[in-house]
């Protein structure tokens, strides 16, 4: 069994924006972002978001943090620490050096690069503190926003992965893309 992920309690911050490991404090802005029906509708959050789901989401990346395997973030205003979206790692596999990315962006904050800011920083991060040394996003083919954020981000597409995940039940396709150590400019 691989050890505790151990992000920085303070976060992390370029000036621009901050990625700190989700509070209970954050649940009411998690839960009002998450009824944005385009963050289901390209994430694993379910359809029907309310404080249960997001409370159990919590606990879910809490537990896969302390097995190291799963890192929850939430991508914040430095300021005045408004919730902007949320960036994690949705799978890490030690043996092979490997992880996968996800995110998603409150929509009134989208369209600034923040997406784009908090993958780089947080690949920048995982360089320096895991054992990982190639990372990877996966978008479904018509998921046009998160293929350039991977793009613009540095990751390089490697194809398409057909039928690769199920979310909601449907089988689905997998843009692949990824990062390797050394890459990120
Ligand atoms: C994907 C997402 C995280 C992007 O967040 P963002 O902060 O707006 O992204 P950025 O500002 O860094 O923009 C990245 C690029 O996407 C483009 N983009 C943004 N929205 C777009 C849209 N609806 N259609 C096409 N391109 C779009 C931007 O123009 C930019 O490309 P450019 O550099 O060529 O101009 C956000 O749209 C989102 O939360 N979507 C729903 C959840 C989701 O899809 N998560 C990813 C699952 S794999």
């Known amino acids: 069994m691989a050890g505790e992920i151990e992000f920085p309690v303070e976060g992390i911050s370029d000036g621009e924006i901050a990625i700190r490991i989700h509070a209970s404090s954050d649940i009411p802005a998690i839960v009002a972002a998450c009824q944005d029906p385009e963050i289901p509708r390209w994430t694993r959050v379910p ?15 809490s537990l896969g943090r302390s097995l190291g395997e799963l890192l929850g973030l939430v991508v914040v205003d430095p300021v005045d620490g408004r ?6 790692i949705v799978h890490l596999d030690p043996q092979e050096g490997r992880c996968e990315l996800g995110y998603w962006v409150a929509r009134e904050a989208r369209g600034r690069g923040l997406a784009t800011r908090a993958v780089r920083m947080l690949s920048a991060w995982i360089f320096d503190n895991l054992s990982a040394d190639r990372i990877e996003i996966h978008a479904e083919p018509d998921n046009t926003a998160s293929r350039r954020v991977a793009e613009r981000a540095g990751f390089t597409f490697e194809g398409v992965l057909r039928s690769y995940f199920v979310n909601k039940g449907v089988r689905r396709d997998a843009a692949t893309y990824s990062l390797l150590r050394g890459e990120l400019r």
């Not at 919730?83 to 994690?88: F, H, P, Q, T």
């Open 47 to 61: 359809d029907h978001y309310e404080e249960t789901e997001a409370r159990g989401w919590l606990e879910q990346e």
């Open 83 to 88: 919730l902007l979206g949320s960036v994690g």
